[in-house]
Structures are given as structure tokens and as C-alpha cells.
């Protein structure tokens, strides 16, 4: 009757990605949290129009002084409707070029501008969502890493995420925790 051991983005892929670049406040407020299961974590990487293309991302965060607006939209977002907290890639520098100008943010997903739908399987159940984000405001110090050279951050945590997912079948189907 032991539970079944705590599975999470937060452990397999944002902690890891937490640990190696986030500040040390970053470090304090989301990793205690992580190791105690206490927040799910949703993943916002995909885009509309994008397909499998990350670096061609259209979700715009605006430099709003001490913190972002967050416009634009994901689709295939990973647990989008059980998600506490969201970690995102986002484009901060209009002008750059396609890998760059690019930031890895974190936000709850309570936030006033946060809405999802489900994207139903042909099963009628589905883990994902498209996410949408009408001005919503995403905090500076929420930036993992240094500001406008997210991608790094980004394509660290997806060697986290193909380890998550190349163990998948040691995982139980339709897990809760995630």
C-alpha cells in the first residue's frame, strides 16, 4: 500500500533546469516546493503554427518596467488545465534572430489572462490543452537564466524531458502527479 513514488515536470525536467540556471532566490522559492510535490507544473512550449519548430515562437512578453505582459498562445501544453504554475518559453527581444531574443519564464497559472481548453483525443481524454495568455502579468525575478538567452535554458530541460520520456514505461499510464 506505499505510494507510488512522486513523479513531476517539476522533478524530471524544471528542477533540473532550476538547479543549473536559476538564481539563487529562484532556487529558494520554486525547489522546495518541487521536492515536496506540492505544485504541478505545465509546460508551454509549443505554438500554433510553429509544429515541432520551438525557436519560431510568436507568444510576445512586452517589457512592462518590473515586470512582463504576456500575449499569444501554446497548443499541446502538457497538463495545461491541472498546472499550478506554467514554465514557458516566451520571445523578449522582437528584433533578434530566431534562437535568440528568446526567455524561459515561470508563472501561476491563476494569473488574471490565463485560460485553457482541452484538446480532445479520439478517446475523449486528453493531458493537453491549448493555452492562451491575454496580458498577463509575469514578474521579472521569474526568469530563469539571463533574460533574452532562454533557449539555452530550453534545450536543457528537453534532454531532461527525453529522459522523463525514454523511462516512460517504467511510469504508470494516466498518472495524477504530473
Known amino acids: 500500500h506505499a505510494r507510488p513514488p512522486l513523479e513531476s515536470f517539476g522533478i524530471s525536467m524544471l528542477g533540473p533546469a532550476l538547479m543549473k540556471f536559476g538564481n539563487?532566490?529562484?532556487k529558494q522559492e520554486h525547489l522546495p516546493r518541487i521536492a515536496r510535490g506540492e505544485i504541478r507544473w505545465a509546460q508551454g512550449y509549443s505554438e500554433p503554427n510553429?509544429?515541432?519548430?520551438l525557436a519560431s515562437l510568436q507568444a510576445r512578453?512586452?517589457?512592462n518596467g518590473d515586470h512582463y505582459l504576456l500575449n499569444g498562445s501554446k497548443i499541446w501544453?502538457?497538463?495545461g488545465d491541472k498546472g499550478d504554475w506554467m514554465f514557458c518559453?516566451?520571445?523578449t527581444d522582437f528584433e533578434a534572430r530566431k534562437?535568440?531574443?528568446i526567455s524561459f519564464v515561470l508563472f501561476?497559472?491563476?494569473t488574471p489572462g490565463v485560460s485553457t481548453r482541452p484538446i480532445r483525443l479520439i478517446s475523449g481524454n486528453s493531458p493537453f490543452t491549448e493555452t492562451f495568455f491575454d496580458k498577463v502579468r509575469v514578474e521579472k525575478n521569474q526568469v530563469v537564466g539571463e533574460v533574452n538567452r532562454g533557449w539555452t535554458v530550453a534545450k536543457y530541460l528537453l534532454t531532461h524531458e527525453r529522459e522523463m520520456i525514454g523511462g516512460s514505461g517504467s511510469l504508470?499510464?494516466?498518472s495524477e502527479s504530473l
Not at 510553429?50 to 519548430?53: I, K
Request: overall charge negative.
Open 24 to 26: 539563487e532566490a529562484l
Open 50 to 53: 510553429a509544429g515541432s519548430d
Open 61 to 63: 512578453a512586452t517589457d
Open 77 to 79: 501544453t502538457s497538463y
Open 89 to 91: 518559453i516566451v520571445r
Open 99 to 101: 534562437h535568440e531574443g
Open 108 to 110: 501561476d497559472m491563476a
Open 172 to 174: 504508470s499510464a494516466g
